[in-house]
């Protein structure tokens, strides 16, 4: 619980300081935890109620393969992937096309 309180208040003193944008690379070792009881995710609500963008590394430790754990709709997750399997078992598949100079 107390490292929980610790991750809530390192939001708050970024928000206090007002900060543009929040960026993580964080996640949890057994998968992803429910949105009332993730730090993270209740953090970066705080955040994004007071106009800050929270961006998260999707994560390499999903619940299954091509999976993601950081998935609060408020949130901007950041992944490196061709396709990624949502929580509800859509598939996002995302295609970018660079020209050759």
Same mark, same amino acid.
């Given at each position: 619980?107390?490292?929980?309180?610790?991750?809530?208040?390192?939001?708050?003193?970024?928000?206090?300081?007002?900060?543009?944008?929040?960026?993580?690379?964080?996640?949890? #070792?057994?998968?992803?935890?429910?949105?009332?009881?993730?730090?993270?995710?209740?953090?970066?609500?705080?955040?994004?109620? !007071?106009?800050?963008?929270?961006?998260?590394?999707?994560?390499?430790?999903?619940?299954?393969?091509?999976?993601? #754990?950081? +998935?609060?709709?408020?949130?901007?997750?950041?992944?490196?992937?061709?396709?990624?399997?949502? !929580?509800?078992?859509?598939?996002?598949?995302?295609?970018? +096309?660079?020209?050759?100079?």
């Amino acid at each position: 619980m107390r490292a929980r309180l610790l991750r809530y208040r390192c939001f708050d003193h970024a928000i206090a300081d007002g900060v543009d944008i929040i960026s993580l690379s964080m996640g949890y #070792q057994d998968g992803s935890l429910e949105l009332t009881s993730d730090p993270f995710a209740i953090g970066s609500f705080h955040a994004i109620e !007071k106009g800050i963008l929270t961006v998260n590394a999707a994560g390499n430790t999903g619940p299954d393969f091509s999976s993601i #754990q950081n +998935y609060a709709p408020w949130i901007l997750t950041v992944a490196a992937s061709d396709k990624l399997l949502l !929580k509800n078992d859509a598939t996002l598949v995302v295609s970018i +096309y660079v020209p050759s100079n």
